[in-house]
């Protein structure tokens, strides 16, 4: 069992830059892969950025690629999403989840979410 923590989340300006963190109960946050998801009001959950066990692959979405940077350290059982140049479109609640699957949409555990605002 793993239980997800997001903090971070807030009121910014577009442009502006926040660090969406996500702590992790349990010894064994290292053997599992963590994401990051987003949902917005009205449309569907969807996925922003993966990163594997050790921190050595990730993949994101077409749209915040260049912009978001999804990390982990595992001593500290925390995974960070660092967004960068955000946009009024990136305003959503968004979620922390782990998977013990090589499959980077299918979530095992998840978080209860923190909101991230982005004014225009």
């Known amino acids: 069992q793993v239980q997800l923590v997001e903090s971070g989340g807030g009121l910014v300006q577009t442009g502006g830059s926040l660090r969406l963190s996500c702590a992790a109960s349990g010894r064994t946050f290292s053997s599992y892969a963590m994401g990051w998801f987003r949902q917005a009001p009205g449309k569907e959950r969807e996925f922003v950025a993966t990163?594997?066990?050790?921190?050595?692959?990730?993949v994101y979405t077409d749209s915040v690629k260049g912009r978001f940077t999804i990390s982990r350290d595992n001593a500290k059982n925390t995974v960070y999403l660092q967004m960068n140049s955000l946009k009024p479109e990136d305003t959503a609640v968004y979620y922390c989840a782990a998977r013990s699957t090589g499959n980077y949409l299918r979530y095992d555990y998840w978080g209860q979410g923190t909101q991230v605002t982005v004014s225009s």
């Open positions: 990163i594997n066990w050790n921190g050595a692959s990730t």
